[in-house]
């Protein structure tokens, strides 16, 4: 027969589990984002390297200092996926040790602690990192002058 407070204290277990279980959630839609950003960086370096073969001079140096700045890209986004994977673990591991305390007489508090706190630096390095990406990627970014002012002469002659 169960022991009526045994499964009550399992019962708060499994809601004190739930929290981190939210966190492993969203670790997954942040390496779901994550990976979804490194297949479109993979296919503009796979673009890029393309037209570097038919460019010179300028154009050429051009491409491949942006072909630079797109493998250090690549780099920081595995290294924010290493991240956030290795906080996922962290985390259900907090959740594994969370439940064997519950069966056990082991004392594991501060071990959960410490696990927890390094999860959390984790992912918040993971964000860091993908944060850095995003900075280079937008370097990258700009509107031609030429472009912008094109639309405005052609606006111009419509009138």
Do not use: Y
């Amino acid at each position: 027969m169960i022991n009526p407070n045994d499964v009550t204290a399992l019962g708060h277990t499994i809601e004190l589990a739930i929290a981190p279980v939210f966190l492993l959630v969203a670790a997954g839609g942040f390496l779901n984002v994550l990976a979804g950003r490194l297949h479109r960086i993979v296919d503009r370096a796979r673009s890029r390297a393309q037209i570097l073969l038919e460019a010179t001079g300028h154009q050429h140096e051009s491409i491949k200092e942006e072909l630079r700045a797109i493998d250090r890209r690549i780099g920081l986004v595995n290294a924010a996926i290493g991240l956030v994977v290795l906080a996922a673990v962290l985390i259900c591991l907090v959740v594994i040790l969370m439940f064997a305390a519950q069966m056990s007489a082991f004392v594991v508090h501060d071990i959960i602690s410490i696990l927890f706190a390094l999860a959390m630096i984790s992912i918040g390095a993971g964000f860091a990192t993908f944060l850095v990406e995003t900075r280079i990627a937008s370097r990258w970014i700009h509107v031609s002058s030429d472009l912008l002012e094109h639309q405005v002469m052609m606006d111009e002659m419509k009138d």
